[in-house]
């Protein structure tokens, strides 16, 4: 079973993307199996490994149900990663279900087609507030990583 880090803080800017980059590219080097989750419509960390991620399966329809996390996934040479664009800014408004928090924890430890079982690490890139998809990161997770400006 894989150890679920949601990298997360509402403000904005303060490094989750270039954490969670770092970090999966050092466990990588380290030996692990690490899976990256794209999880902020500004597809910054997809951007940043160079995902494709106009043309096919992302965070948007993995939520939605109609692809499934594995079938999400790219292998890139920095590391794999579920990726996302801005069409994912829309899924605060198209969940309605109950138990809508829980959607990226059942995707992700779903039996048949959930990759939680699959690797070392999963490390979840939030976007910077706390709506549904933070709150989808913050369940699916075993552990918070916030990252901070450190100021005076
Ligand atoms: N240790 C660092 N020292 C200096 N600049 C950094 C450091 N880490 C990240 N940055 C820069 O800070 C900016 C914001 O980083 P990043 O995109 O990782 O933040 P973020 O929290 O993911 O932002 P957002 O809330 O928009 O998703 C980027 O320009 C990045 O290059
Ligand atoms: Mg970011």
Known sequence: MSAIFALANQKGGVAKTTTTGILAAGLKKQGFSVLTIDCDPQGNLSMSVAAENQDSATMYEVMKGTAS????????????????????????????????????????????????????????????????????????????????????
Request: charged share 25%.
């Open 69 to 152: 996390a594995r079938e999400a996934i790219q292998h890139t040479s920095s590391c794999d990663i579920i990726p996302a664009n801005t069409i994912l800014a829309g899924i605060e408004q198209e969940l309605h279900n109950v138990g809508k928090e829980m959607t990226l924890r059942e995707k992700l430890r779903d039996e048949q087609t959930g990759v939680a079982e699959e690797y070392d690490y999963i490390l979840i890139d939030c976007p910077p507030s706390l709506g549904l998809l933070t709150v989808n990161a913050l369940t699916a997770a075993d552990y918070l990583l916030i990252p901070t400006m450190a100021e005076t």
